[in-house]
């Protein structure tokens, strides 16, 4: 079992390995295997990432993200405008939008429905987190399958 310690050196590590995160913005505490992400980011994607890379470390048990975004007057966007985002992401990925309901609140989005495979379900929240202006996902779609 890592120590404390080795676990937060192993998260830095990964974090730094990361393209898109800046281990400066994202401070990396442990205890007793549970990883607290703090710090500052510009962007969802790269709030994500930071949990993804936090996640993928062996002996992480759990993982507590409490990274804030903080956009730039210029990257604001509208509930409206990340809803549009938002219906042109699903389409781009040839995800039927028909069957997802979306609702924006602050940035938040929330996807509801019914998709037949649960790849669909992943694509249709990786599409969203480079959206411009977008605070966090919650992927609330449920897969209901029916054979043909």
């Given at each position: 079992m890592k120590t404390n310690e080795e676990l937060?050196?192993?998260?830095?590590?990964?974090?730094?390995?990361?393209?898109?995160?800046?281990?400066?913005?994202?401070g990396v505490t442990v205890k007793n295997g549970i990883v607290t992400l703090t710090g500052t980011v510009d962007s969802y994607a790269k709030k994500y990432e930071a949990e993804e890379a936090a996640k993928s470390v062996v002996g992480v048990k759990a993982v507590v993200e409490?990274?804030?975004?903080?956009?730039?007057s210029n990257v604001?966007?509208?509930?409206?405008?990340?809803?549009?985002?938002?219906i042109?992401?699903?389409k781009l990925n040839w995800?039927?939008?028909?069957?997802?309901?979306i609702e924006v609140e602050d940035g938040w989005i929330?996807?509801?429905?019914?998709?037949?495979?649960?790849?669909?379900k992943e694509i249709a929240k990786k599409s969203l987190r480079n959206l411009a202006g977008v605070m966090g996902v919650s992927n609330d779609i449920v897969i209901k399958w029916e054979p043909a």
């Open positions: 937060q050196r192993d998260v830095q590590r990964a974090i730094q390995c990361e393209p898109l995160l800046n281990l400066a913005e994202i409490k990274i804030e975004i903080s956009f730039e604001k966007k509208t509930d409206s405008e990340i809803a549009a985002g938002v042109a992401a699903l995800i039927p939008d028909e069957n997802i309901k929330t996807l509801e429905g019914e998709l037949p495979w649960s790849f669909q």
